[in-house]
């Protein structure tokens, strides 16, 4: 996994990463990494990973709500920025039917317990062990953030930080929770 700075840097195409099942073009790259949220086009992949306590969760679990899925890692400067911000969105609005779920990607367990002693998360921790979800979800850089309907159907994405505390961003979240 690169960063998203280091993804940009390099002036790679994403078609040629080793990542996803779809070939998705620069374009789409620089709409997901730009100020605010874009349309996500493919189908949605599925997910199914085991949450801290070993148990297996599946995104269906959660369809009636309008899910937060974030790929995240410890290592991740930008992570630890949005991971208390995202909390605070999905504690106000968990009665609207808001959930978090956070997606650590290739980490031990023991190191996201030491993370989440110093910044919990208001939602479900999932681990994603050997990048696998992380790949179908084409997270080619960190954070990876997506937005799931009460369907159960991702409608937007975001790679990199994204600032949750902006109205344009936050509008989307409102927008979907009242859809």
Not at 14 to 25: D, E, N, V
Request: proline share 7%; net charge positive; hydrophobic share 40%.
């Amino acid at each position: 996994m690169i960063s998203r700075r280091r993804l940009l840097q390099s002036g790679l195409s994403l078609a040629a990463l080793p990542f996803g099942a779809r070939a998705a073009s620069d374009t789409a790259l620089k709409t997901a990494t730009g100020p605010d949220w874009a349309p996500w086009t493919a189908p949605t992949p599925p997910l199914t990973l085991p949450d801290l306590s070993g148990r297996e969760r599946k995104l269906s679990a959660w369809r009636g709500n309008v899910v937060i899925v974030s790929f995240w890692a410890t290592w991740c400067d930008p992570c630890r920025d949005e991971i208390p911000i995202m909390s605070t969105m999905a504690k106000r609005h968990r009665e609207e039917g808001l959930r978090l779920v956070a997606v650590n990607v290739g980490e031990s367990p023991a190191k996201i317990s030491a993370f989440l002693a110093k910044w919990p998360v208001a939602g479900t921790v999932l681990h994603d062990r050997n990048s696998a979800a992380s790949k179908k979800w084409e997270a080619v850089g960190l954070p990876a953030n997506y937005l799931v309907d009460r369907g159960g159907s991702i409608r937007y994405w975001h790679l990199g930080e994204l600032d949750w505390t902006s109205t344009r961003v936050s509008s989307v979240v409102t927008k979907l929770l009242r859809a």
